[in-house]
């Protein structure tokens, strides 16, 4: 099992970015998890059900899409050490 059968829609902060990439001509486009909760029939479906729904949105594409959870936050390596 991975993290998209394990967390649904409703578990997501509403600013959440997820990212949307085709697995066809890899193109990349982002929404909000806010804009995927506005609509009811989706709230409790699980993650691995919103990718398989989502499609590219690149024209004439319309390519199966793989999924990821987008941070802003900036990365830094491991500073410390044992003493």
């Not at 982002?30 to 059900?49: G, N, P, T, V, Y």
């Amino acid at each position: 099992m991975n993290w998209k059968a394990e967390i649904q829609l409703r578990d997501l902060d509403p600013d959440q970015m997820i990212e949307f990439i085709c697995r066809s001509c890899s193109h990349v486009h982002h929404r909000k998890a806010s804009e995927l909760q506005a609509r009811a029939d989706l709230m409790f479906h699980w993650m691995i059900e919103i990718e398989r729904d989502e499609t590219c949105r690149k024209r004439g594409c319309r390519g199966q899409c793989r999924m990821a959870l987008y941070h802003e936050c900036e990365a830094s390596g491991f500073v410390g050490g044992l003493a």
